[in-house]
């Protein structure tokens, strides 16, 4: 079984790309599966099981998606083998900046559009400076030159990255992309082992073990404070 | 190859003279440079040591440098390549369609400067042979069409290489969502291309646009609010003059607001190759050939003859008709028989 991670901002695509891909990926005789991440609320999983996609979800709740993420990664790719997949997408909303839950060994595709403006990329972060492949979509209703100019700043952030550019609704450039997803020699078993690209930040303050009264004594562990600069 | 050793003990003003470019990449990775710049880039980059950094940016200094020294080597390679090792012809090799029988033209070679009309319903198969010509395809796609480009088969750093698209693509329902006038839109486009003489390129592009255009504009205009001709006829005659891509696709062009005679001759002029879907009469028969589309396939080619291009005065003017009409019915007006004049 091949394993790849989708990951990208809320509404950029994902779930529109990753379908024509699959289209694509069926047509070739290759078993797919997808398990969607989320952190309260996804109705993606009703979109893949309309395409005949073995789909799961997962939220969640009240921590970071991407925690979430890699602490049930190797559950979900168990289940994939066990349902005899060839291919294991993971789509997870990018809702927390910092962390991303890209994996060294595995395929990690980030999905961005470009109708989320030219300074997007330099504020994502990790999820799009370590992708392998960048999705960049909704080419279609902008102009010419606001995609090159998109596209020269994604590669400016991620110079490494194949970029593609992918129309979620038409699904022009999704076989090409179905070309880099999977690979015959790729055998994932278990990522026990494997290591995150990143590390991620452990964020854990009085506020997130359930504290809600304000000011600085009730507030203990991982405490940062902003800087109004007017230190002495 | 640009080594981290080649970059890592020159300072930043060494470098940014070097490498002009270099800025850019600090200000996309949000790398401060209000200090002093007479630093060595390793030194500078020490503060990515501290844990806070490093955890903020999920980078370390070792990832920054490896970064940095692919950007330079892909921005050098793209400021290195001169008219020669550009796009002359492609070539289309016959696949199948959906049926899976053999496609209906020997071999269609399409060189700059020409104009080649795609025709056939929605869902024939235009956006999968536009898809084969972008990925400049091997034999390796569903119509296992083959590319050619220049005469050989193609070469794969079209496939992945995001600088170096094969294909602009202009269509009727691209609109400008920047928040920019029209002066800062080609400012910015040029700066993304590394242009030397920006200045010149966004006078030339704006001489250009404002001829395409019905209505004239200025520098100024933020590009959200032209209208629907003159957004068509800046992004046209921004394409043709600043898009790298040598092959242009053009889905439609309304006739309302935009010369498209003059628009096609730009982009011939500025020795595009391009590809145009339409079904307007107009347009067709100011291609040198279209291809027809049926069933995913191409269904055959058909030279525009010139007893089809002595047709097309004709149907200028009954465009025109047309488009008086129009205009007569704007201004709250009647029309008679006496305006359709044949
Ligand atoms: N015009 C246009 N619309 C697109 C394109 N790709 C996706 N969309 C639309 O954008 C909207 C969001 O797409 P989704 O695929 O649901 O986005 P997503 O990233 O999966 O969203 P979440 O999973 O909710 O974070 C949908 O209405 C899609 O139809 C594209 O290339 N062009
Ligand atoms: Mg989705
Ligand atoms: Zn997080
Ligand atoms: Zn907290």
């Given amino acids: ?232 | 190859m640009i080594t981290i050793n080649d970059i890592q003990s020159k300072t930043l003003t060494d470098l940014f003279e070097k490498y002009p470019f270099l800025p850019g990449f600090f200000e996309e990775h949000t790398l401060e440079l209000n200090g002093n710049l007479d630093i060595k880039l390793v030194n500078y980059l020490d503060f990515l040591d501290e844990e806070e950094e490093q955890e903020n940016r999920a980078m370390d200094k070792s990832q920054v440098l490896g970064s940095m020294c692919t950007y330079i080597d892909q921005m050098l390679a793209f400021l290195g390549e001169d008219e020669d090792d550009g796009v002359h012809s492609i070539t289309l090799l016959p696949g199948t369609n959906k049926s899976g029988e053999a496609e209906q033209f020997g071999e269609l070679t399409i060189k700059k400067s020409e104009i080649v009309c795609i025709v056939g319903p929605t869902g024939s198969g235009k956006s999968r042979l536009l898809a084969d010509i972008e990925w400049v395809a091997q034999g390796d796609t569903p119509t296992s069409r083959s590319v050619l480009i220049n005469g050989e088969a193609g070469d794969s750093k079209w496939r992945l290489n995001s600088g170096n698209k094969l294909v602009a693509q202009l269509s009727q329902n691209m609109n400008f969502v920047m928040d920019l006038t029209v002066y800062e839109f080609i400012e910015l486009h040029a700066q993304s291309r590394l242009v030397e003489d920006i200045e010149s390129v966004i006078n030339k592009i704006f001489a250009q646009a404002n001829d395409l255009a019905g209505e004239k504009f200025e520098l100024s205009t933020p590009i959200t609010s032209l209208s629907g001709g003159q957004s068509r006829a800046l992004m046209i005659a921004d394409t043709a003059i600043l898009s790298k891509s040598p092959i242009v696709l053009i889905d439609e062009i309304e006739n309302a607001g935009i010369d498209r005679k003059r628009a096609l001759d730009l982009l011939v002029g500025e020795e595009k190759i391009v590809l145009m879907a339409t079904h307007d009469p107009i347009l067709a028969l100011m291609g040198d050939k279209r291809i027809v589309i049926k069933n995913g396939g191409i269904h055959k080619v058909i030279e525009t003859s010139d007893e089809e291009q002595n047709l097309l005065s004709d149907l200028e003017r009954m465009d025109s008709v047309v488009q008086k009409m129009r205009n007569r019915l704007r201004q709250g007006e009647i029309i008679k028989k006496e305006d359709i004049g044949f």
């Fill in chain 1, 1 to 232: 079984m091949n394993l790849v991670t989708v990951s990208g901002p809320p509404s950029s695509g994902k779930t529109a790309v990753i379908l024509k891909t699959i289209d694509s990926v069926q047509k070739r005789g290759l078993k797919v599966g997808v398990v969607k991440f989320d952190c309260l609320y996804t109705d993606d999983d009703i979109l893949y099981e309309k395409a005949g996609v073995k789909v799961k979800k997962g939220l969640s709740g009240s921590l970071c998606p991407d925690h979430y993420f890699v602490s049930n990664i190797e559950e979900v790719t168990q289940w994939g083998l066990k349902e005899g997949l060839d291919l294991l997408i993971t789509e997870s909303a990018g809702l927390c900046n910092r962390c991303s839950p890209y994996i060294k060994t595995v395929t990690a595709v980030c999905v961005i559009d470009n109708l989320s403006g030219i300074n997007t990329p330099k504020k994502i972060g990790p999820m799009l400076k370590t992708a392998d492949i960048v999705i960049i979509t909704k080419g279609d209703i902008v102009s010419q030159a606001e995609r090159e100019v998109f596209a020269s700043r994604v590669n400016t952030v991620n110079p490494g990255a194949t970029i593609m550019h992918v129309n979620g609704l038409t699904g022009q450039g999704a076989y090409e992309l179905s070309t880099l997803l999977y690979d015959d020699k790729v055998e994932v078993k278990t990522l026990v082992g494997e290591k995150l690209r990143f590390s991620m930040p452990s964020a854990l303050c009085s506020y997130c073990l359930g504290e809600t009264r304000i000011g600085e004594s009730y507030q203990m562990g991982n405490v940062r404070k902003i800087d109004l600069g007017d230190k002495k």
